[in-house]
DNA sequence: ACCTGAACACCGTTCAAGT
DNA sequence: ACCTGAACACCGTTCAAGT
């Protein structure tokens, strides 16, 4: 029983379903030939190399994340939905946020949410630079959480971490900020917060 | 004329020399072992494996940081100042900053501006969790940035990128805006700007 | 046009053997 | 206590040879 020609999406989906169950570092070429039931060069004839591999699997899966409905009765409410509707797009693509981080591609991450921001920006009445910088600003803000927040999922203990440090010198008589820091973050909580925070200061007029 | 002998510190002292000069993806154990002028085998019996190797030098780099002295008239000001020089550590340090979040212990870049920023929020009036909230959130936001940032310069061209989303369909009439988007982000203002809006929102009273 | 195995130049790590 | 070479189990990639 001689196996059916391989295809270039053959190869990309079952690539796919690899780094889905074992992460991308998972990905080696013998491993997907293995898989896939083939010698290891004929994945060469399809895709290139392992490098332009992971290219079309990222391009695939952020053009699968499809566009971002903002909600909420002003534009401020909007843009930070829009924010957290990223960030919930990326956390549920866990291993696709490690590719792009892996191959320099971090802002194919801001796409999808660029257009809906500037939306709202227009209709909180920031025009030009200052609305392009706004954009900026959540889209750098949204990605760089979730890129902070990923990596500190990835390591099980952090050494000496913050935790150590506060306990002991118990942080200028005020031991409910001591004990705040000495527990991990609660990411969830503080991304709504800081993203809140930042979308009220660019929204604002004058400044 | 046989070597000295091999010391860990001679050890982790080359494989800095190695990251600095040619990135931490350049550090292999056989290439630091042609560097030292010894087996590969011997640098197992000082340092383990290449996965402490990596821990060790982190940790080194990170001591050598040195603490951050805030500066500015407000408490606003200085928290800003921190991030800035924050992000300025971590910029003046390109490969600690891969080889940091390549291993999971991203929160160790936290650390230096930690104290410094509690005791500006504290001066701002802010207590307790809440204080302990906007510290975490002004971390979040500098080193979450320089992440993206780094990236961006790490990938040459960005593919399709934001530029050609935007030169074609001039966004909503504004062309100053899809100018701005079409362009490159200028790090440096959008870092400063960006943690302006965040810091102003989080030290005010109230809300 | 597509697939193959052999071969090359790399990796990190273990281990028995040396001094 | 420290160093060594041989060996193992991996990598990605090239290339000549097959159909």
Redesign the interface.
């Known amino acids: 029983m001689a196996r059916a020609p391989l295809t270039r999406d053959e190869v990309l989906d079952t690539a796919a379903g690899l780094v889905k169950q074992h992460g991308p570092e998972a990905l080696t070429m013998r491993k997907l030939a293995a898989e896939l039931g083939t010698a290891v060069t004929s994945i060469y004839w399809h895709v290139g190399n392992r490098e332009s591999l992971l290219d079309a699997l990222v391009e695939r899966t952020v053009a699968d994340l499809g566009a971002i409905r903002p909600r909420g009765g002003t534009p401020a409410e909007r843009a930070e939905s829009v924010a957290r509707a990223l960030r919930r797009q990326l956390r549920a693509h866990p291993h696709l946020v490690a590719m792009v981080?892996e191959?320099?591609?971090?802002?194919?991450m801001?796409?999808p949410a660029?257009r809906a921001l500037?939306?709202e920006v227009?209709e909180a009445g920031l025009?030009?630079?200052r609305?392009?910088?706004a954009?900026?600003?959540i889209q750098?803000?949204a990605?760089?959480?979730?890129?902070?927040?990923r990596?500190?999922e990835?390591?099980p203990v952090?050494?000496p971490?913050?935790e150590d440090?506060w306990d002991a010198a118990a942080?200028?008589d005020?031991a409910?900020?001591a004990r705040?820091?000495a527990r991990p973050?609660d990411a969830e909580?503080?991304f709504a917060?800081?993203v809140?925070?930042?979308v009220?200061?660019?929204l604002e007029h004058g400044s």
Chains 1, 2 share one sequence.
């Open positions: 981080h191959r320099g591609l971090t802002e194919r801001f796409l660029q500037v939306r227009h025009r030009g630079v609305a392009a910088e954009v900026r600003a750098f803000h990605v760089g959480f979730v890129l902070v927040e990596n500190r990835r390591a952090q050494r971490g913050e440090l942080a200028e005020d409910a900020l705040t820091l973050a909580r503080l917060l800081s809140r925070a930042l009220k200061s660019l």
